[in-house]
């Protein structure tokens, strides 16, 4: 049993992320120094390290996922006896049109994106470019 315990007691301390104290400080020369010790004889500040941002695996999954279904299902409309197939046939001017306005926009926000953006504006633009791309790639690409 104490052996049980010691080793639950091992792998907890081996899976918590180590933290220590980093020390800033700057010497005579103007050079910036960090440590885990501080300096004795020079001011020093504290550093507060954030924590690593992290992705989660599962929406990475889901979104494979739903490509593999979208992909099977295009597959199943392109089938030599679909008559899917055909009914598409003569919507193709009206996807044409809408693909043509995708690229447009994806084309002026990336000269939006070209000519400087401060931050919030910046993720605004690419996240409506990633939305834009991803309508463009599902409607244009897959059909």
Known sequence: MP???ALSLLCVALTTPATAEIYRWTDANGAIHFSDTPPKQQRHSSVTVQPPVTVPMSE???QADKV????AEVDRLLEPGSRDRYARARESAKLARQCEKYRKQL???QGQLRAGYGND????LRQKRRQVSQLY???CMLN
């Open 121 to 124: 504006r910046g993720n605004r």
């Open 137 to 139: 790639s599902r409607e």
């Open 68 to 71: 593999h279904r979208s992909r």
């Open 107 to 109: 084309d002026r926000i």
């Open 60 to 62: 990475n999954i889901r």
């Open 3 to 5: 052996r049980i315990m």
